[in-house]
């Protein structure tokens, strides 16, 4: 997957493991046990889908809160 299509998108859950090189057992455990995006619904609740937008932010506040401490 090239960063150049990481703009204004929405993953798959196996786009994120592959995007931030994790398995989706850490995806689960990160969406159900801290405040890592969730996933947002599509054709009911079978499919989820993850902002890019939202896990950059999510990426940077982590690095921030890592930094100050």
Known sequence: MENSNLSNE????NEVC???KIS????WRLTKNT???KGIPF???R???YSVIDIK???KNRAN???EG
């Not at 929405?10 to 859950?13: G, I, K, R, Y």
């Open 10 to 13: 929405f993953l798959t859950s």
């Open 18 to 20: 592959d995007f931030l």
């Open 24 to 27: 989706k057992v850490t995806l």
């Open 35 to 37: 405040d890592f995006p």
């Open 43 to 45: 054709h009911g609740n």
């Open 47 to 49: 499919l989820k889908r």
């Open 57 to 59: 932010a999510w990426l």
């Open 65 to 67: 809160s890592v930094i």
